[in-house]
Antibody, heavy 121, light 110 residues
């Protein structure tokens, strides 16, 4: 059974930093691309960032480019999202999402339960 | 990376059919057959129900179907059931090697 377990998230002040992690199990992690998708309170889904299976290809939404960094450790079946220069508009539930193949172009087929992040003073 | 366009809401009675449209541009829906649809009942995690325009993952009822023409993709739900009440999101892969979602459509079963 595919399981994606995000770290706890938390409350951060504007301008601050936070690192999310996602522990994956139930599938061969290094064969699948992964993404982060967020959902602000009462709002829709927004794709944030994605990383190919090998970690060499990374992609970001314009809204987070230059502030967020995605990475993965295939030896530990874990994906990360380093978030810096956080803004109030980054407040959302952040979902760890698995792709159906090695490339980002494959559909997003399994979602974690989400990690709530609140940016507020 | 502008969001895909979906109607904010649709509704239908049990047993009826509803269609949700999702309009993009030449850089997303118009470029690839990489359109997916997700179902999100209140308080739950999104679930993939259609991938690559018209493929249903295992376990998704055949009442759900997808199609695409030009820059517009569509999700059709036939034989509406009360349990279908949820938010529905389309998404498309883009020429920027990213994904873009629609704003979401709230389906109400009357």
């Amino acid at each position: 059974e595919v399981q994606l377990l995000e770290s706890a998230g938390g409350l951060v002040q504007p301008g601050g930093s936070l690192r999310l992690s996602c522990a994956a199990s139930g599938f061969t992690f290094h064969l699948y691309a992964m993404s982060w998708v967020r959902q602000a309170p009462g709002k829709g889904l927004e794709w944030v960032s994605g990383i190919g299976a090998t970690g060499s290809l990374k992609s970001y939404a314009d809204s987070v480019k230059g502030r967020f960094t995605i990475s993965r450790d295939n030896s530990d079946n874990t994906m990360f999202l380093q978030m810096s220069s956080l803004r109030a508009e980054d407040t959302a539930v952040y979902y760890c999402v698995k792709s159906a193949g090695i490339l980002l172009a494959f559909p997003l087929d399994y979602w974690g339960q989400g990690a709530p992040v609140t940016v507020s003073s | 990376q502008s969001a895909l366009t979906q109607p904010p809401s649709v509704s239908g009675s049990p047993g009826q059919s509803v269609t949700i449209a999702c309009t993009g541009t030449s850089t997303d829906v118009g470029s690839y057959d990489r359109v997916s649809w997700y179902q999100q009942p209140p308080g739950t995690v999104p679930k993939l129900i259609i991938s690559e325009v018209n493929h249903r993952p295992s376990g998704v009822p055949d009442r759900f179907s997808g199609s695409k023409s030009g820059y517009t993709a569509s999700l059709t739900i036939s034989g509406l059931q009360a349990e279908d009440e949820a938010d529905y999101y389309c998404s498309s892969y883009t020429t920027s090697s990213s994904w873009v979602f629609g704003g979401g459509t709230k389906l109400t079963v009357l």
